[in-house]
């Protein structure tokens, strides 16, 4: 698999689940490629941090 391709399945897998060959793919390819682990452990802390910043803003309505 390219890169390409596994950044695009690494954001596919935040909207949707991927089948299991997909989720195969993109394994092997993070298990090998530094650059596209990186990429994926960013866009897993900033999907963390989103939904900090809404469940806060949600939770003090306050503050706006």
Not at 35 to 40: E, K, N, Q, R, Y
Not at 53 to 60: E, I, Q
């Amino acid at each position: 698999m390219m890169c390409e391709n596994a950044t695009k399945l690494a954001s596919d897998e935040l909207d949707r689940r991927l089948s299991l060959g997909e989720t195969v793919g993109l394994r092997l390819h993070l298990f090998k490629c530094g650059a596209c682990s990186g990429f994926v452990r960013q866009i897993q802390m900033m999907r963390k941090v989103t939904r900090r910043y809404v469940a806060t803003d949600a939770s003090d309505p306050g503050e706006r």
